[in-house]
């Protein structure tokens, strides 16, 4: 039997059988080694196959359409380095829950450790960092390796999508000739008719599911039903997540929601629930009295405050709940896994009131310092996400602009919002914000002009834009996030500004139109709340030029703590 036609039959199944699957995107970054699963993608025709050339911008691209979706979505590379470049975007995926996942072409066995061009040990490449990860092993003609591939193609796309949702990996070796061959003799007629009798066994792909222990969600009801004086403090949150659950939970018992920009419980509507979107201002000003029950979900939240407010609410008892152990600090009660909490009406009380005035206290003093300071982060990302149509995906780097929106936006728009909170990297944002725009909505994507840089290939990715995609860089003259650390005060000037500010001094609009970009520059809140508008209503990528104040984020902040001290000692 020709070694051809079984390698190409092979990659027919494989490929078929992530249709059948369901997966309806493969990102594939060109290379040779690679040609027979890229064949077989474009014959069967079922998956979009963006091809993106940079392995990283791919795997980033990947990422952000799985994330808006909460869908896997697949890779395709060749072998050697091409491979490790998916790295970053899997260990974001994998710390964020994310499903991914990643086909690479290897050469066959008798190449490996021999110094053969383009090949690296590809076996266990990312790690502890996936679910689960395949070496397939050189096509055989027979019906058991057929089978084979089919199971565990299966297997891997279970894998991503539960208990905990994450990256896997395929790893397929390929031998020339990479070409696909056509079937011809009796043997490999009967191979092929075999391979079609596989490709249409239906698929069942039923992720399982972790369920929490019944007896401590029953007691962590009983605390609820016992306790009036608790908060539920939401982090970043994965999109499709029990949602509505939270928000009943919140009305019924009458405990106040801080909810940070990245839990999708802040852009959404929530009536009955008395909602803090200033946590970070009502904490560190302790406006509010403290709880002596806290629910914490999802990643740990990035306001400023949190720390602090820790500390000051030690004597509270504090449950997290989630599909991952997540307790850092190691004082908390953990519970894994789906959790169906039911609590008796509780309605207003003087403690829910006492929160929601120190919201309003926290909201009036913000709004007074985005007048004095039209120059900020904050005034800019004010105007940006008020130019939003309801219904767009936000996307919001790290760094400061994630800490900035928490502090100011409200949930007056209902938004899906995509973050990388997962390692909580800068790497990757314009080409993961350009493969959530594959998932059909407008996308805002906000990021600082450092993680611009640091993705500035990625302006090639973003042409594939499918929906209107407004990338807004706001531009501070570095990373002035590290002026709130330390370093600030012991590093010389000149030091410090080399190694942690490091201000990129990129002409964005210049770069942006070089590449074939619609560019803009928008510096007032005003104007950028115009070009926000008009980016989002045409299709493609616009790329918008936002300079700030560098000490604005700070300077903001500090006006507002000092303007509620005030307030709460006057």
């Known amino acids: 039997m020709n070694p051809a036609v079984v390698q190409a039959l092979w990659a027919e199944l494989l490929v078929a059988t992530l249709g059948d699957a369901g997966v309806t995107t493969c990102v594939v970054s060109p290379g040779s080694r690679s040609t027979p699963l ?43 380095s091409a491979a490790a470049h998916y790295l970053p975007a899997i260990v974001e995926a994998s710390e964020a829950g994310i499903p991914l996942i990643a086909v690479t072409a290897d050469r066959p066995p008798e190449l490996q450790h021999c110094g053969a061009s383009q090949t690296i040990d590809q076996t266990g490449i990312y790690g502890r960092f996936t679910r689960a ?20 193609v299966i297997q891997a796309i279970t894998a991503s999508r539960g208990p905990r949702p994450g990256p ?9 000739p990479l070409e696909p061959a056509v079937p011809s003799t009796e043997e490999e007629l009967a191979l092929a008719a075999m391979t079609a009798t596989l490709k249409y066994t239906p698929i069942v792909v039923a992720p399982p599911r972790l369920v929490a222990d019944v007896q401590a969600v029953a007691e962590l009801a009983a605390r609820i039903a016992a306790e009036p004086h608790g908060i539920v403090v939401a982090g970043a949150l994965p999109v499709g997540f029990a949602r509505d659950a939270i928000l009943q939970l919140c ?46 979900l999802g990643a740990e939240p990035v306001a400023a405050a949190w720390p602090g407010a820790k500390v000051a609410f030690a004597s509270a008892e504090r449950w997290i709940l989630g599909d991952a152990f997540r307790d850092p600090d190691g004082a908390a009660h953990v519970i894994t896994g789906d959790v169906t909490l039911t609590v008796p009406m509780r309605g207003d009380s003087e403690f829910t009131r006492a929160w ?39 996307q919001i780097g790290n760094s400061l602009p994630i800490r900035v929106v928490d502090q100011i936006a409200t949930g007056s728009k209902v938004h899906t919002v995509i973050t990388q909170r997962g390692a909580a990297g800068i790497d990757g944002l314009v080409a993961s914000a350009t493969g959530a725009s594959w998932a059909g909505a407008p996308v805002l994507l906000i990021l600082g002009d450092v993680s611009f840089a640091h993705d500035l290939g990625s302006l090639l990715v973003a042409r594939t834009a499918k929906a209107p995609l407004a990338i807004v860089v706001i531009d501070n003259g570095g990373g002035r996030i590290f002026g709130g650390l330390p370093i600030a005060q ?81």
Not at 141 to 152: H, K, N, P, Q
Not at 168 to 176: A, D, E, I
Not at 388 to 393: D, I, K
Request: hydrophobic content about 55%.
């Open 38 to 80: 890229v064949a077989a993608l474009a014959a069967d025709g079922r998956l979009a196959l963006p091809t993106i050339i940079d392995e990283r911008a791919a795997a980033f691209f990947a990422l952000g359409l799985a994330r808006a979706t909460g869908s896997p979505v697949a890779l395709v590379c060749t072998s050697g």
């Open 356 to 394: 929601r005035e120190a919201e309003a206290h926290a909201a009036a003093a913000v709004e007074e310092a985005l007048v004095a300071h039209a120059s900020s982060e904050a005034a800019a990302l004010q105007a940006a996400l008020g130019a939003m149509p309801a219904g767009s995906v936000v």
């Open 168 to 176: 896997v990996h395929l790893n397929v070796p390929l031998r020339k």
């Open 251 to 296: 009305a019924r018992a009458g405990y106040p929601l801080l909810a940070e920009a990245g839990s999708q419980l802040r852009f959404t509507a929530r009536p009955g629930v008395t909602a803090i979107d200033h946590a970070d201002f009502v904490l560190a000003a302790r406006l509010a009295p403290a709880p002596n029950l806290i629910i914490q």
């Open 490 to 570: 012991s590093a010389t000037a000149a030091t410090f500004d080399a190694h942690f500010t490091t201000p990129p001094e990129i002409e964005v609009v210049a770069v942006a139109t070089a590449l074939g970009h619609r560019a803009v520059l928008a510096a007032t809140p005003a104007a950028l709340a115009r070009a926000v508008a008009a980016a989002l209503a045409e299709p493609g990528a616009t790329i918008i030029h936002a300079p700030v104040a560098p000490t604005g984020a700070r300077d903001l902040r500090l006006s507002v703590l000092e303007h509620l001290t005030g307030a709460r000692h006057g």
């Open 133 to 152: 990860a395949f070496d397939l092993g050189a096509p055989h003609g027979s019906e058991l390796a057929l089978r084979a591939v089919r199971r565990t």
